[in-house]
């Protein structure tokens, strides 16, 4: 804050206030390297969220398979888990993963990260997944059937591919809540863009410039794969065109 | 080729029908005919156990289909259906909507499907259409692909569930015209239909539902012109 005022009120022009930016950015990031603390950050941030996106897909299409099934215990157990991690912080399941599941495993760190983050990420996936099959008229379902097609084939080759462009918009929603929720994995020991960030506020005592950096970075990540993902959604409406 | 015998089927305390005995012979085209809720739907959903009878023997080709080890999707492999609503995939082009169910089912290969499918797309007048998407047809373009869909598995019997109900009124010629068709072509049918028209040219037999049960069945002449029961009369007589 002080910096703030000095930079504001400093009297000494424009090149004052540059050659004061200059100094902290310096201190903040090229002094003993500690850009490459964010950069390393970046890299954890990344492999932690694409592994959990990619796990919770696959828990959240298994809950969601569980929850629309006939059989009255898969039906109980899917919304037990939905229920329970829904019911709790993150933090703390990230937390009990670690320390306790997890605690005797000899895995990598972001890999046991992820895998906390895929459990929860799975549960809200799960009921994407759930609402965007029931969502599919079941006509589709009777003409699939009617050609001789399994429940499976049904299944695979015409609910599913349909009810992605449906839940797409969603599931892009909450793959950028879950690389925003990765945010919590200093909490485990590991150094992402947030614990990088914030080692720098510790190491230089200047808190604006690392945490400022810190969500420049975030957005940064998040716009690029929102580009990304707006394309591939515009492929996928191909078949609406008329 | 089909025999059903005493079928009932009840959907909670509701029952649909109430012990239908039907015969369809090879070659036959039955219209099944009635008033809404009469049962003639859920009767022709029965035939390929979208809906699981409660009681009662469907046999088809002499084999019991609705026995616990049934493979149905083998059945219904034997079986055409064409929907109200047509049920087209709308993620596929008209093409592979055609194709899908053959090759998935390892019945032909790729090419075969394509060479298969290009043929139905003629015999429907639809050429043009085969990267289309559904949702670039018109009412009665989708249910003429619909019926070539069917078709591509090679069907010994087909389905049909009012199929010119959901249709703009100037589109169901086009769609019973490929019907009569197909009639034509020897095919065995079993219609469910409000067009009378369409019943008294091409149906070899119509059968009369009301209240879950067949009250009469015959010739369209004997049906149309000469009908014996009274509520078949009645029915006639708000629909002719």
């Known amino acids: 804050m002080n910096q703030c005022l000095v930079w504001l009120t400093g009297g000494n022009g424009i090149s004052a206030w540059f050659a004061e930016f200059a100094r902290t950015f310096e201190k903040c990031f090229i002094r003993e390297d500690r850009y490459k603390l964010l950069l390393e950050g970046i890299g954890v941030t990344i492999k932690i969220s694409l592994l959990a996106a990619f796990l919770g897909l696959i828990i959240g299409f298994l809950i969601a398979i569980c929850s629309l099934s006939k059989n009255k215990l898969l039906r109980f157990l899917g919304k037990v888990y939905t229920d329970v991690i829904r019911g709790t912080p993150s933090v703390t399941q990230l937390m009990i993963i670690y320390f306790v599941v997890f605690a005797t495993v000899d895995l990598e760190k972001w890999i046991i990260a992820a895998i906390a983050f895929s459990i929860n990420s799975g549960a809200y996936v799960s009921e994407i997944i759930r609402a965007g099959i029931l969502s599919i008229d079941k006509g589709q379902t009777e003409a699939g059937r009617s050609l001789g097609l399994t429940g499976v084939q049904t299944m695979f080759y015409i609910v599913v591919p349909q009810a992605v462009k449906n839940i797409f918009p969603a599931m892009c929603n909450e793959f950028i809540t879950l690389i925003k929720e990765t945010a919590i994995v200093g909490y485990v020991g590991l150094m992402d863009i947030q614990k990088a960030g914030d080692f720098i506020k510790s190491a230089t005592y200047l808190a604006m410039m690392p945490l400022i950096a810190t969500a420049i970075i975030y957005f940064v990540l998040i716009k690029i794969l929102t580009t990304v993902l707006g394309v591939i959604e515009k492929r996928l409406r191909k078949s609406d065109i008329r | ?240």
């Open chain 2, 1 to 240: 080729m089909i025999k059903v015998n005493d079928l009932h089927k009840s959907f909670g305390k509701l029952d649909v029908l109430n012990g239908i005995d039907e015969h369809i012979r090879p070659g036959e085209v039955v219209v099944v005919i009635g008033p809404s809720g009469s049962g003639k739907s859920t009767f022709l959903r029965c035939l390929n156990l979208l809906e699981k009878p409660n009681k009662g023997e469907i046999y088809v080709d002499d084999e019991l289909i609705n026995a616990p080890k049934v493979d149905v999707n083998k059945v219904r492999q034997k079986m055409g259906m064409v929907f109200q609503h047509f049920n087209l995939f709308p993620h596929l082009t008209v093409m592979e909507n055609i194709t899908l169910a053959p090759v998935k089912l390892k019945k032909m290969t790729k090419e075969q499907a394509q060479e298969k499918g290009e043929e139905l797309l003629k015999i429907v007048g639809l050429s043009d259409k085969a990267d289309s998407y559904p949702v670039q047809l018109s009412g009665g373009q989708k249910q003429r692909i619909a019926i070539a869909r069917s078709l591509a598995m090679e069907p010994e019997i087909m389905l049909f569930d009012e199929p010119t109900s959901a249709l703009d009124p100037e589109m169901v010629g086009e769609v019973l015209d490929v019907m009569k068709n197909l009639a034509k072509s020897g095919m065995t049918m079993v219609v469910v239909t409000h067009e009378m028209g369409f019943a008294r040219e091409v149906a070899t037999r119509v059968v009369f539902m009301d209240g879950g049960v067949v009250l009469e069945s015959g010739t369209p002449e004997e049906i149309f012109d000469h009908p014996q029961n009274e509520r078949t009369k009645l029915f006639l007589s708000k629909v002719l």
